[in-house]
């Protein structure tokens, strides 16, 4: 019996069960298929609103496996997707009809202390490496949220509490290990494939597969400063208004982000408040313990706060905090938009979205970027956006399909009318599918470049299950 599979071009192509059968016997890890027990857990991603069937899914156990993967699809002009933690939103993991390439078995997190290096592997997740590096003070800067997986995250741009300490992942990525659309195994660094380096660095997925992440380390805690402070959605505005000033002076160890949401039923909060809509204001600061009270101090006294989380927290601990509120399996549809200050206007579309809240899952999440993440020049790496003083996620989350319609109106809406007063940039891991027009992008001005590059190792766009980069044409 022969594969019916899909091409890069979309059509169907039959392969023989014996091509088949050679490649999974070529392989270390498991090759699926639609009748195999395992392959429906294989092909569930975080978000579930992503229903994709792949023809085949390979997973793989190590770099031999990638190589053989990448020829395959190669040989075959097969269309192809690839996991690492499988938390994209837009679903890009997985593609209907073609190869899966899953890298989710290769977890390998090796730390050098003495020359503060982790050695990652491409199925790692956030948790993993925190895992491995905060058990010598260590820490390289990622996200927010254990389960996400370092390797998506890190060729996006990656930004999270350590930040405006110690810049975005990509700006602590020394040096990778990856398999390019010929089946080639590359070092890449500022000195070895120099313009592959500067591409991934924030081009996302479009180069290459990267088996193997090489991060700079820095000391972190184990115990920092953290926790939220949380105040009533009725004063938001005036408490808004208060945080941008503060916001802006804060010392590069200092964060904080807020949140617009129904209230989590935190330990800290009267049990009448739970399920309040709210604004939380989320901290955390990078250094002496004593310092950071002082720093944070003003932002518990911007009014009245329903409750005050802020305490000394293990940082491990802290990268977890917000799992319980993002697990697998529930549908999500996010939009983002970049600023550099939050105006009036802002605020106004900020409250009139809480006070209209969808589901009680639904929630708009704003990152404080900048300090030495904004000191690195735009055309540095592909990633650009480091005039980005705050990020805006409009998460739509909820749990049954019959809600699809009103929480995805709400997300557009809410989006539609904060957009105009953003700067027109947007995270390219934060873009829920492709063809969104926007004044800037998730490329920016480093867009042409990517492309020359793109052009140059992958002329087929063999990797397109993502923010695609189209190669040019001719
Ligand atoms: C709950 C949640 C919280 C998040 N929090 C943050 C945050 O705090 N900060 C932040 O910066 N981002 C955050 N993100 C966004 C996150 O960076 C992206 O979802 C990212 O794509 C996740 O990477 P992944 O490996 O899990 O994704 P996957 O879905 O597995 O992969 C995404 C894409 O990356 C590419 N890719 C994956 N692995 C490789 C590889 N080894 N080589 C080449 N290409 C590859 C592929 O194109 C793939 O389609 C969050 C996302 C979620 C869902």
Not at 42 to 47: L, S
Not at 194 to 205: D, K, P
Not at 244 to 253: F, N, T
Not at 281 to 307: F, H, M, N
Request: with cysteine; aromatic share 8%; glycine share 10%.
């Amino acid at each position: 019996m022969s594969l019916k599979i899909k091409r890069l071009d979309a059509t169907l192509v039959e392969i023989e069960s014996s091509s088949v059968d050679a490649f999974d016997q070529s392989l270390r890890g498991v090759l699926l298929q639609e009748t195999d027990p395992e392959y429906n857990e294989a092909r569930k991603i975080w978000n579930g609103m992503i229903d994709k069937r792949p023809a085949l899914i390979v997973q793989c156990s190590g770099n031999a496996d990638v190589i053989t993967a990448v020829r395959f699809a190669k040989d075959h002009r097969l269309l192809i997707s690839v996991k690492g933690g499988g938390h994209n939103i837009a679903g890009s993991a997985v593609c209907d009809g073609g190869l899966m390439i899953d890298l989710s078995q290769m977890r390998g997190v090796l730390v050098d202390p003495e020359e503060r290096i982790a050695h990652v592997q491409p199925g790692a997740l956030l948790g993993d490496v925190d895992h491995e590096t905060q058990a010598f003070g260590l820490a390289v800067p990622t996200g927010i949220n254990s389960t996400t997986g370092i390797a998506g995250l890190a060729l996006g741009g990656g930004y999270g509490w350590l930040s405006r300490a110690y810049g975005h992942t990509v700006d602590n990525l020394i040096s990778a290990d990856m398999v390019t659309a010929d089946g080639e195994f590359l070092h890449v660094s500022a000195d070895q494939n120099a313009e592959l380096f500067w591409a991934i660095r924030g081009g996302s997925g479009n180069f290459g597969i990267v088996t193997r992440f090489n991060f700079q380390l820095h000391p972190v805690g184990p115990t920092i400063l953290s926790g939220p402070v949380i105040y009533p959605l009725e004063d938001a505005g005036e408490v808004l208004r208060q945080y941008r000033k503060i916001a802006r002076d804060l010392p590069d160890e200092a964060s904080c982000w807020f949140v617009i949401r129904k209230a989590p039923p935190f330990p800290f909060l009267d049990p009448k408040d739970h399920g309040r809509a709210v604004i939380v204001l989320v901290t955390a600061y990078i250094g002496d313990l004593q310092q950071g009270e002082k720093v944070l101090a003003p932002l518990r006294e911007l009014g009245t706060p329903l409750g005050v989380g802020i305490g000394p927290t293990p940082y491990a601990g802290w990268q977890a905090a917000f799992d319980p509120l993002l697990v697998a399996g529930a549908r999500n549809y996010w939009k983002s938009s970049d600023f550099i200050d939050i105006s009036d206007e802002t605020i106004d579309v900020l409250l009139a979205a809480g006070n209209s809240l969808p589901s009680d899952e639904c929630e708009i999440f704003v990152a404080q970027l900048g300090g030495s993440a904004g000191r690195v020049a735009a055309d540095s790496m592909a990633f650009p956006h480091r005039q980005t003083r705050f990020t805006m996620n409009i998460h739509g989350r909820w749990q049954t399909d019959d809600m699809d319609d009103s929480c995805v109106s709400w997300v557009r809406d809410v989006y539609q009318k904060a957009e105009e007063h953003s700067t027109g940039a947007v995270y390219v891991n934060f873009v829920p599918e492709n063809g969104e027009d926007r004044k800037i992008g998730p490329y920016g001005a480093n867009l042409d470049r990517l492309r020359q590059i793109k052009t140059k190792f992958d002329p087929d766009n063999l990797f397109q299950s993502n923010i695609n980069i189209e190669p040019l044409k001719g």
